[in-house]
């Protein structure tokens, strides 16, 4: 193959897969998300028993006493680690990352679900901009978690 027709073919992937934005870096997707929490049991009670993320790994990282554990849910992958004597979540809000969204076909018969699993959520609103429904709830360390049609 030419290098001539190599570079449009490598143009033409670039374009589709970037739908044509102008990117000066190459990313695919966001490969997971960390977050950390301060108690095993609730975490995986929260995330695997109640949301139902999958255990992908489990491990202890004897050099740092905490643990690592990998969950995934559809595409979305959750990096929890677990870490003793760590600030709660701040409010107000400070800079990083301030929730996740996740997105529901119906946020009316998702709070119940949640509510049936002992997990309170906010009264459901619709978005200024987009007018969709949604709402928050959060995990047992006070990370907000929004869910929306």
């Given at each position: 193959?030419?290098?001539?027709?190599?570079?449009?073919?490598?143009?033409?992937?670039?374009?589709?897969?970037?739908?044509?934005?102008?990117?000066?870096?190459?990313?695919?997707?966001?490969h997971h998300i960390a977050l950390i929490c301060s108690d095993k049991t609730a975490a995986l009670d929260f995330y695997h028993n109640k949301l139902g993320f999958q255990i992908l790994r489990e491990n202890y990282r004897k050099d740092r006493d905490d643990w690592k554990i990998d969950l995934k849910l559809h595409d979305c992958e959750l990096e929890l680690f677990i870490m003793k004597d760590h600030p709660k979540h701040l409010f107000p809000e400070a800079y990083g990352l301030r929730h996740l969204a996740f997105q529901v076909e119906d946020v009316e018969k998702t709070v119940s679900e949640l509510e049936a699993e002992g997990i309170r959520c906010e009264p459901i609103r619709r978005d200024a901009f987009t007018g969709r429904k949604m709402t928050f709830f959060h995990d047992p360390d006070g990370q907000p978690l929004e869910i929306r049609e």
């Open positions: 193959m030419s290098s001539q027709i190599k570079a449009k073919r490598d143009h033409i992937r670039h374009y589709i897969f970037h739908k044509g934005g102008k990117n000066n870096v190459d990313l695919a997707r966001i």
